[in-house]
């Protein structure tokens, strides 16, 4: 008798749940004190299942995913400023400008899939919020660079290796897409998914796409006499296998004319 009506309690219909005021994904409420700047960061590093409720429920979808991508834009600015004190001149304009409209890109041209994804993965959910949640995804990510800021700015102006502040980045990308992307799974769940091998393959594809944008969109660390090189096509492995070995001849070079 117990196990049955622990199946049955399990199996309740969602719209029981809705009436009783419970979601079965924690965090999964309305958004508290509105869409400001200061609230959806808060939000984003608290609560970010709040701001998917809101954007599900039409409340204020615009104001939110256009909040979303101003904290994105200013967190990636700031994060590619310093990582321009590398090089000084015009990347200190040039590297904010590559990283954001690289990553905006990458999400422009991922989200499609995003939606496919999100479909067979059994979410039901208006296309405006896998987008909101795509840049919640970008959003959060910028804060976490934020994060990280003071770090890239002591090895910027210390190091001399475009190839070990280059590894540095892209390991704290990394990291910080990472939480990105918990995000759009727990964004899932809340939204109905029952299988989560689809968006998992969507970020891993998403991970690819941005790794292959700092090629397309090179250099980012370092100076070249082009702000951008689209003369030469390569994979991002290939290139950073080339600066890596740059880098050890150049140091090779120093070291026999000392």
């Known amino acids: 008798m117990t196990d049955e009506k622990t199946a049955q309690t399990q199996s309740a219909p ?5 009436a009783t005021g419970s979601h079965p994904v924690k965090g999964y409420e309305p958004l508290e004190g509105g869409c400001n700047l200061p609230n959806l960061i808060g939000s984003l590093l608290k ?13 204020n979808p615009g104001k939110i ?3 979303l991508i101003l904290i994105s834009v ?12 590398f090089s000084w001149n015009s990347q200190l ?5 590559k990283i954001v409209l690289g990553l905006f890109f990458s999400g422009l041209i991922c989200l499609p899939s995003l939606y496919i994804f999100s479909c067979l993965g059994g979410v039901n959910a208006r296309f405006q919020t896998i987008a909101g949640v795509l840049c919640a995804l970008i959003a959060l990510s910028g804060l976490l660079l934020i994060g990280f800021t003071p770090v890239i700015w002591l090895f910027s102006v210390s190091s001399t290796s475009a190839s070990f502040l280059g590894a540095l980045l892209i390991l704290l990308w990394g990291v910080c897409v990472g939480f990105g992307f918990v995000l759009a799974l727990r964004a899932g769940r809340a939204l109905g998914m029952t299988n989560i091998s689809h968006i998992i393959l969507w970020c891993l594809v998403f991970l690819v796409v941005t790794l292959q944008m700092t090629t397309t969109l090179r250099p980012i660390v370092g100076a070249d006499e082009k702000l951008f090189n689209f003369g030469e096509k390569k994979f991002f492995l290939r290139y950073w296998g080339e600066q890596v070995m740059h880098d050890l001849r150049q140091g090779n070079k120093r070291d026999t004319a000392n």
């Open 14 to 18: 969602l719209a029981l749940r809705q």
């Open 47 to 59: 609560k970010p299942l709040s701001i998917i409720h809101d954007l599900e429920e039409q409340k």
């Open 65 to 67: 995913i256009t909040g």
């Open 74 to 85: 200013a967190c990636l600015s700031v994060f590619g400023f310093v990582v321009g004190t």
């Open 93 to 97: 304009w040039a590297a904010p400008l």
